[in-house]
T-cell receptor, first 114, second 113 residues
Framework: DSGVTQTPKHLITATGQRVTLRCSPR?????VYWYQQSLDQGLQFLIQYYNGEERAKGNILERFSAQQFPDLHSELNLSSLELGDSALYFC?????????????FGDGTRLSIL | GENVEQHPSTLSVQEGDSAVIKCTYS??????FPWYKQELGKGPQLIID?????GEKKDQRIAVTLNKTAKHFSLHITETQPEDSAVYFCAAREAPGTYKYIFGTGTRLKVLA
């Protein structure tokens, strides 16, 4: 158990809809990272927050947004969903925000778009 | 930006044999290299990491080596067991000043009993 909690585990929805994925980092970790894992793309970095502030951005679509709240949990919002958004979405956390510290992953949310 | 290549994509070994997975990276400024193990239905689990000021690190049956000159690093698993079967990912942290990992494409390791 990594200590990172993601909810829900599974999400099934239709094209055009909007969903919110939630992540609670390990106790004491200030950084949260979001990744997308699909069969043909591997693990792709989306965005990082450190202590409530956005710190780094990867290949995150404009239809996607995230935030980190004062209690350090984070939410990833996906809107105007398309079939190609079907993937596993992982959250990871680390103590600091410099990137050279271990990131610990949750078990992911599997998003299926019908 | 950083690019990480990982080989092989699949690897089958007999129980008790050793397994080696290799990764190369492109950015000589990268300085942190973690390895993750992902089992079916689970998130990636950190198994070992190495920083650029170290050439080798070992933890029981797992070791990682880093060759900064050649820009490659390898994962070595000795005395493999069926429970080592999983997908393994290498990663490299992009150059200082950025904060993200770039992951390799993964190696599916199968340990045959």
């Amino acid at each position: 158990d990594s200590g990172v909690t993601q909810t829900p585990k599974h999400l099934i929805t239709a094209t055009g809809q909007r969903v919110t994925l939630r992540c609670s980092p390990r106790s004491g970790d200030l950084s949260v990272y979001w990744y997308q894992q699909s069969l043909d793309q591997g693990l792709q970095f989306l965005i990082q927050y450190y202590n409530g502030e956005e710190r780094a951005k990867g290949n995150i679509l404009e239809r996607f947004s995230a935030q980190q709240f004062p209690d350090l949990h984070s939410e990833l919002n996906l809107s105007s969903l398309e079939l190609g958004d079907s993937a596993l979405y992982f959250c990871a956390s680390s103590v600091g925000g410099s990137g050279n510290q271990p990131q610990h992953f949750g078990d992911g949310t599997r998003l299926s778009i019908l | 930006g950083e690019n990480v290549e990982q080989h092989p994509s699949t690897l089958s070994v007999q129980e008790g044999d050793s397994a080696v997975i290799k990764c190369t990276y492109s950015d000589s400024a990268s300085n942190y290299f973690p390895w993750y193990k992902q089992e079916l239905g689970k998130g990636p689990q950190l198994i070992i990491d190495i920083r650029s000021n170290v050439g080798e690190k070992k933890d029981q049956r797992i070791a990682v080596t880093l060759n900064k000159t050649a820009k490659h690093f390898s994962l070595h698993i000795t005395e493999t067991q069926p429970e080592d079967s999983a997908v393994y990912f290498c990663a490299a942290r992009e150059a200082p000043g950025t904060y993200k990992y770039i992951f390799g494409t993964g190696t599916r390791l199968k340990v045959l009993a």
